[in-house]
């Protein structure tokens, strides 16, 4: 019986991180799109991010967050944002003998691509 409460107490833990990395990346590259200046992009979604994960609970040190805009400017109309978010879940009652609470760690990742509007002004200039 103690197995399976194990069981399920892990694989809640590991749903709810990743709904929480979904929700965070597609949340991320959203406010990534509408940003208006190129320098402003990965502060913004990397901002909008933080604030999805601690909604979640997600500690700042099991995080990780990625912006890329394949090469080209992030603000340009058409370009592609891409917000990937790592997390690592520790499993539930690890303890930190012998570093398993380093070991008894599973990754989890999303992510997310939006598409800069075409009608965006913020490429000119």
Request: glycine share 10%.
């Amino acid at each position: 019986m103690l197995p399976i409460v194990y069981l399920v107490l892990a694989l809640g833990d590991l749903q709810a991180a990743a709904f929480a990395a979904e929700g965070a990346s597609r949340h991320g590259a959203r406010v990534a799109v509408r940003e208006g200046e190129a320098s402003d992009v990965r502060r913004s979604a990397t901002a909008a991010v933080g604030l999805v994960l601690d909604d979640f609970g997600r500690s700042a040190d099991e995080r990780r967050v990625i912006v890329d805009c394949g090469g080209v400017r992030c603000d340009m109309p058409g370009a592609r944002v891409r917000v990937t978010v790592q997390l690592d879940v520790q499993l539930p009652f690890a303890p930190p003998v012998l570093g398993l609470d380093r070991v008894l760690v599973v990754p989890v990742e999303a992510s997310a691509l939006q598409k800069v509007s075409r009608w965006s002004a913020a490429g000119e200039g």
